[in-house]
């Protein structure tokens, strides 16, 4: 190695990551996508559960079907299952206007 | 009671699989005599393992001839050279990966859990069929991978697969082909970065070592010539973990990078 090429080297190292650093921020990134990716319900399936999630919370809740949300969101460090569904009353009571939100990881 | 199948797998191709399932028998079945070993090949159209036991002009009959039924299991089996209690079950070189079905798979495995103690089962590259074939009798997984992004990238889609498994295997990383000299200089990623990456337990750590293709070229394993290799001792190490025995890891630096090696790098510029 020339001492130009060492100089060079020398102040790449300085800006930019090693090359095992770089490596390891890239893979941590890749393998939490392909995680992800796995852990997603298909479309179809994800309605399933909806439905299936919602005839539960039923038994206990009068709701409003229309405005549920059910999404898996995704931040750097996990994916969190959020159910966003407003409760028009308690079975039994009456004008209750609570919101359940129920978070699932 | 029957014995043990232990599924060799890295869903990457090249990561020194074959070698290491070869490495890792021999060196089981060399340590007793009681011990009997078989070590399956399901690289199915790709057979290689014979090579690494240099059984490659003894096979007559192969695993797909005895599923079905074209021979006996003691015919399709191939005695080591050296080694009695080691047996070779060699793949097909002909048939293509889709020949055989999960359930003969389960009915060939749980057969040859009668007859060995310790069944080695090397995999092929991919997750397709022939990987669910490799894995769906297996009690414990060693999943192999170089320090490098796609092979562990690889490792973590295989683990996550064997994991969704509805019947629960062990899972073993193996690091194969670590240079010290590399890590040191923080050129790649360490065993430490892939044990963090991965999250499974780590059975041992192979360094890069040109012995391992030379040995492949006699088709002697390496881990049965004790003259001091690195890689020899890394895989018999291994093999003694798999046996309960608790070792200790290479130490990849010390040796290496010592007083000697250190003057003559000053001398010749080169590790």
């Given at each position: 190695m020339g001492f130009l090429d060492w100089l060079s080297s020398s102040a790449n190292r300085e800006q930019n990551l090693s090359s095992s650093e770089s490596a390891r921020k890239r893979l941590k990134a890749t393998i939490f996508q392909d995680r992800v990716q796995m852990m997603t319900l298909p479309p179809e399936q994800l309605e399933e559960f909806k439905s299936e999630l919602l005839t539960v919370i039923k038994k206990y809740f009068e709701i409003s079907d229309e405005h549920a949300q059910c999404i898996l969101e995704q931040d750097e460090k996990e994916v969190e299952f959020v159910a966003n569904i407003p409760v028009k009353s308690f079975i039994g009571q009456i004008n209750s206007n609570t919101t359940a939100e129920t978070t699932n990881e | 009671m029957p014995g043990k199948a232990i599924l060799f797998t890295s869903g990457k191709g090249g990561v020194g699989k074959t070698t290491a399932t070869a490495n890792i028998a021999a060196a089981l079945a060399s340590f007793e005599q009681d011990l009997s070993v078989c070590v399956v090949d399901m690289d199915i159209g790709l057979r290689n393992l014979d090579i690494q036991f240099g059984l490659e002009n003894k096979i007559t009959h192969n695993v797909i001839d005895y599923l079905e039924d074209n021979c006996s299991l003691d015919q399709a089996l191939v005695r080591d050279k050296h080694l009695s209690n080691l047996s070779l079950l060699p793949a097909a070189q002909t048939s293509d990966k889709d020949a055989i079905s999960s359930e003969q798979i389960v009915r060939l495995i749980t057969e040859l859990k009668e007859k060995f103690d310790l069944i080695l089962i090397d995999c092929p590259a991919g997750i397709e069929q022939g990987f669910h074939n490799s894995a769906v009798a297996a009690d414990e997984a060693i999943i192999i991978t170089n320090p490098e992004m796609s092979a562990v990238r690889d490792a973590d889609r295989v683990i996550g697969i064997l994991e969704s498994y509805p019947r629960h295997i062990n899972c073993w990383l193996v690091v194969n082909r670590l240079n010290p000299e590399m890590v040191k200089n923080h050129d790649t990623l360490s065993v430490e970065d892939v044990m963090d990456i991965l999250g499974i337990k780590l059975l041992g750590v192979i360094p890069e070592d040109q012995h391992v293709v030379v040995s492949s070229s006699h088709g002697e394993p390496l881990s049965l010539k004790y003259d001091n290799q690195w890689a020899g001792q890394a895989f018999r190490n291994i093999?003694?973990?798999?046996?309960?025995?608790?070792?200790?890891?290479?130490?990849?630096?010390?040796?290496?990078?010592?007083?000697?090696?250190?003057?003559?790098?000053?001398?010749?510029?080169?590790?």
């Open positions: - | 093999a003694k973990r798999l046996t309960g025995e608790e070792v200790p890891l290479l130490d990849l630096y010390k040796t290496r990078f010592g007083f000697l090696n250190k003057i003559k790098t000053l001398f010749t510029g080169k590790k």
